[in-house]
Structures are given as C-alpha cells and as structure tokens.
C-alpha cells in the first residue's frame, strides 16, 4: 500500500506515493518531499498519510527520520501519520 495520503472525513483519496516501495526511511524521505511540494495546494482539513512497510531484515538501528520541517506542515495541514507494518512487504 506504501503511502496512501487520503482526506479522514470523506475518505477522499489525495495521492498514493511510494507504489512498490516497501522500506520506511525512503518512504518517510518521498513523504517529505510531497509535502513541501504540495503543502501549497491543499487547505488544512482532516488528513492522514498511511505509510504501509515491511521491516527490513538487515535493519540494525537507525533508520527514518521524519524532520521538523515536515511535522510542521503535517500539522498545519491537520494530517496524522500512521505506520501500518506488513510482514513481507505484501500488504496481507
């Protein structure tokens, strides 16, 4: 599902980012990147970006950073982020 970015009162969707991307520290960078590019053309509302990822099995620390930056513009524009993690990146 990696990231479905949808209006939370109508269920209206307003993009899909990400399709085939599973790992979490390039979706949060990709989600950056959509935010400052798009922050512009939508008013503040109910939103939420849904990051659907696999974790990864290599992973020894680290990892994403969503920056202040883009907290902040999730927060003028009313989004919440949640996380929702799917074993082997399938999205079952």
Do not use: H
Request: proline letters at 5%; a negative charge; hydrophobic letters at 35%.
């Amino acid at each position: 599902m990696p990231i479905n970015i949808y209006n939370s009162d109508t269920s209206e969707r307003v993009d899909w980012i990400c399709d085939e991307d599973w790992q979490l520290p390039s979706q949060i960078e990709e989600l950056s990147v959509w935010l400052k590019r798009n922050c512009d053309q939508l008013k503040p509302a109910n939103y939420v970006a849904d990051i659907g990822f696999d974790i990864r099995p290599d992973a020894c620390g680290g990892g994403a950073v969503l920056s202040v930056e883009s907290m902040r513009i999730m927060s003028y524009l009313g989004m919440e982020l949640f996380l929702s993690e799917y074993p082997d990146g399938n999205g079952e």
